[in-house]
Structure formats: C-alpha cells, structure tokens
C-alpha cells in the first residue's frame, strides 16, 4: 500500500541555519504529494503542495520538489528562523487519489534556537 | 483561504462522559471530512471518514459505536465519543475536503480538540 517514510527527529538547528527534511514514498501512479505544519497545540496546515512530476511547491521560505526517479519529496529552507518550530508532515493521498484519505509520515520535530 | 473550525478546543470531564465535537467548514462545502486522532509525539492516525448524508466508513480497529460519526450537512460533521475512558484522551483532528470542482483540492485541517478524560 500506499506509504510515506521520513527523517527521523528532532532535528535542531541554529537561527539562519539551513533545513532539509527528508521524504520518501511509495504509490500507486502520481499522486499529489503535500508538506503539512504543525504549531504547538494546534491543528496542521498546508504549507505547500506539489501535484506533479518536477513541479516545485514553496511557502514561507520553504520548498520541495517532486521527483519521480527518487520518489522523494524533500523539505528545504535556506535560513530556518525560530518561528519555524513545530512538527511537519509529508502526506500524500491513500491510494494514490486527489481527493481520498491521507496518508501521512511519521513527522519530524524541528526547534529552533536564537 | 479556507478555514475549517473545530470545536471545542479543549474538554476535560469524568470518565462516563460522552463528549461531542464539531467540525464546520466555514467558506467551502465539503461531502467528505475525515477525522483523525494523534498521540502525544506521534503522527495522526485517521479513524473514520465522514459522508454527508451517509454512513461514516471506518477503518479498521475503531470502533463505531464508540465514535460516533453524523455529517448531517455539507458544512457539519460531528464525533462524538461515547462513554469515555481515560484511555480515549488524546488529541482529535478533523479535516475537510473542498467538494469545488477541480483536480487535487488539498485537506484542510481544523485546530483540534483535546480531549482529556479524568
């Protein structure tokens, strides 16, 4: 079935420094694939998405980009700031619809310090 | 951009207690919305999705008649947790899916409730 493996955490870093949060996944055909963010007692938010092969999704900073030969959906920023902690998630959609379940990964905590 | 609101945010009551909550999507009608729960430190799990004017499909190990599910509106979906135990505390989670038409419309999530049985 249809899965998603990221980097395992926490990840900690210093303000400005450079993030990458690693995805993977598994699917049948070419699903949409999506970053989600979640602040501290809050609910998750879309942070950016990307729906085909080669397409670059970027928010707030952040990027990732679909490839297909690596079936990887990497996470990057360039300058982290302390604002940017929180947990986030690779997701794609089960079974490889754009409109069904999700599937998420594990999530990776990231903190940053001053 | 689209909000989904979750209420309440946060209940604490005896074990016994059955507890509702609410999922409205506030500027978009969603047919489908699902609800998921998630652990302290873990990822979100989903339990259910929720039909409007239909029966909620349930994955497999929750218990239906311990979460029940009603969407009785495009915009509404409620969980209620039915006689609840300590060991239903967590933190629950619903999400709504734009019914627009159009390829790859993303879930929006709510902000949770956290649900704390005594």
């Known amino acids: 079935g249809d899965s998603v493996t990221q980097m395992e955490g926490p990840v900690t870093l210093s303000e400005e420094a450079f993030l990458t949060i690693n995805c993977t996944y598994t699917a049948t055909g070419y699903p949409s694939l999506f970053w989600y963010v979640q602040y501290p007692g809050e609910g998750l938010q879309l942070l950016l998405k990307a729906t085909k092969a080669d397409d670059k999704g970027s928010n707030k900073g952040f990027e990732a980009t679909y490839r297909k030969e690596t079936t990887s959906f990497h996470l990057e920023k360039g300058s982290v700031q302390v604002s940017d902690s929180a947990v986030y998630f690779c997701a794609l959609p089960a079974g490889g619809t754009s409109y069904g379940k999700l599937t998420f990964g594990q999530g990776t905590i990231l903190t940053v310090h001053p | 951009g689209a909000v989904v609101s979750q209420h309440p945010s946060r209940v604490i009551c005896k074990s016994g207690t059955s507890v509702k909550i609410e999922c409205r999507s506030l500027?978009?009608?969603?047919?489908?919305m699902f609800w998921y729960r998630q652990f302290p430190k873990q990822s979100l799990m989903l339990m259910a999705t929720s039909n409007e004017g239909s029966k909620a499909t349930y994955e497999q190990g929750v218990e239906k008649d311990k979460f029940l599910i009603n969407h009785a509106s495009l915009t509404l979906s409620t969980l209620t947790v039915t006689s609840a135990h300590p060991e239903d505390s967590s933190f629950y989670i619903c999400s709504a899916r734009d019914s627009s038409p159009g390829p790859n419309q993303p879930q929006h999530f709510g902000d949770g409730t956290r649900l704390s049985i005594l």
């Open positions: 500027d978009f009608q969603a047919t489908t």
